[in-house]
């Protein structure tokens, strides 16, 4: 349609009420002439104007009424367009939670048809553990305590798949309908979570790495200090003890000279596992401290009982009789053991601890070695 035509709709009101006073002039004006031989007096010419203005004024309301209903109904087509073409799903639900109104983008994402749609709520598909926050947010939207929400969750599809959704909803109210109505916009992030969760695995692998011994698979010196920064400070708010034993294989350096590094590195992965197998129920955390030398934090655990422990180990080292034919001790792997443990104090760091242990250490070697010494 032409501009003609446009403005034409636009003042169809007011081109009404033009022609109809045009005419009503005619049929006043010829029943003047044909009646009356007496000209307008002053009140029909009053009453004339308001009636004209009156008219005109219907005119002016009339268009504006149709303009905006015009405006209201090209705003409807074009929500429309946008809600069935979008790329994004779109759905329409009651304060319930009872949905009404899916776009296809939301079939295409979920799988379900518009008719099992229209008999579901949003709770139906969404997986159970993510439902109460859904709940929580809505219910909050609805009391107008927030403007809109956004929540990225978890959604059950028609074949079973579990996919992970970013919503954003928000209320509209339908003027046709006179309702308020739930809109909610989900996105699919089903992709974006996966790599999100492929890097944090891969951040936790490379966390693991910095903190672990490659050899042995036990914490090094960097993890298992952070492991005691952690529990030295629990223990100085609860007031209880923590123990630390250090262990050193005696003679290793002359089993490194005469059976090589290779087997070496064999041993301290055998010495490892023996150690962590005999402290398996103790709570202990174990570490390669370094080189042949390995440390044992005992959270909640007193002196006496860590050097119980101690011992134990020097017992199962013994037992398992790892050749090591250049030793001065025995003809066959030995350890000697450091203990040493107290409640830590206000302003305490864990260096003296670990110094007490390791004077206790070099006590038990020269006692003689595979033995266990508490300081």
Same mark, same amino acid.
């Given at each position: ?22 005419? !009503?002039?005619?049929? *006043? ?17 009053? @009453? ?22 015009? &405006? ?19 759905? @329409? ?38 439902? @109460? ?37 928000? @209320? ?22 996966? &790599? ?14 910095? !903190? ?19 529990? *030295? ?52 955390? &174990? ?11 005992? =959270?909640?655990?007193? =002196?006496?009982?860590?050097?119980? *422990? ?11 009789? &790892? ?7 025995? =003809? ?11 409640? =830590? !104090? ?30």
């Amino acid at each position: 349609m032409g501009p003609k035509w446009t403005i034409m709709k636009n003042y169809k009101g007011r081109l009404f009420i033009f022609f109809f006073l045009i005419g !009503n002039l005619w049929l *006043w004006k010829a029943h003047h002439q044909l009646f009356s031989e007496k000209g307008m007096n002053i009140f029909e010419f009053l @009453l004339l104007v308001t009636y004209i203005l009156i008219s005109w004024r219907a005119g002016v309301l009339y268009d504006r009424h149709w303009n905006q209903k015009e &405006i209201l109904k090209n705003n409807h087509d074009r929500f429309r367009l946008i809600f069935e073409k979008s790329g994004v799903g779109i759905a @329409l639900m009651d304060p319930g939670g009872k949905i009404v109104f899916v776009n296809p983008k939301m079939i295409d994402m979920f799988g379900y048809k518009k008719e099992e749609f229209l008999n579901m709520t949003f709770r139906d598909f969404s997986y159970p553990g993510d439902v @109460l926050p859904n709940d929580r947010l809505l219910d909050q939207l609805l009391n107008g305590e927030i403007a809109y929400y956004q929540l990225e969750k978890r959604y059950i599809c028609q074949d079973g798949r579990t996919i992970w959704g970013k919503v954003t909803s928000s @209320l509209m109210v339908d003027e046709e309908e006179h309702q308020t109505l739930i809109i909610g916009v989900v996105v699919d992030i089903t992709e974006r979570k996966a &790599i999100e969760k492929k890097l944090k695995e891969a951040n936790q692998s490379l966390k693991d790495m910095s !903190n672990t011994d490659s050899l042995t698979g036990l914490l090094n010196r960097r993890g298992i200090e952070k492991y005691v920064e952690a529990e *030295w400070e629990k223990a100085r708010e609860a007031g209880h003890f923590i123990s630390f034993i250090i262990v050193d294989i005696d003679y290793f350096k002359n089993y490194n000279d005469h059976y090589g590094h290779l087997e070496g590195d064999n041993c301290l992965v055998k010495v490892g596992g023996i150690i962590k197998k005999t402290l398996g129920e103790s709570g202990a955390c &174990i570490s390669r401290y370094g080189g042949e030398e390995f440390l044992i934090v005992l =959270p909640e655990c007193d =002196p006496e009982q860590a050097l119980l *422990w101690a011992k134990a180990l020097c017992e199962s080292i013994e037992i398992e009789k &790892i050749e090591h034919q250049y030793s001065l001790v025995a =003809p066959y792997i030995t350890i000697s053991t450091g203990v040493a443990g107290f409640i =830590p !104090n206000a302003d305490e760091s864990f260096t003296p601890l670990f110094k007490q242990a390791d004077q206790a250490l070099y006590r038990a070697k020269q006692m003689g070695r595979n033995r266990a010494y508490m300081q």
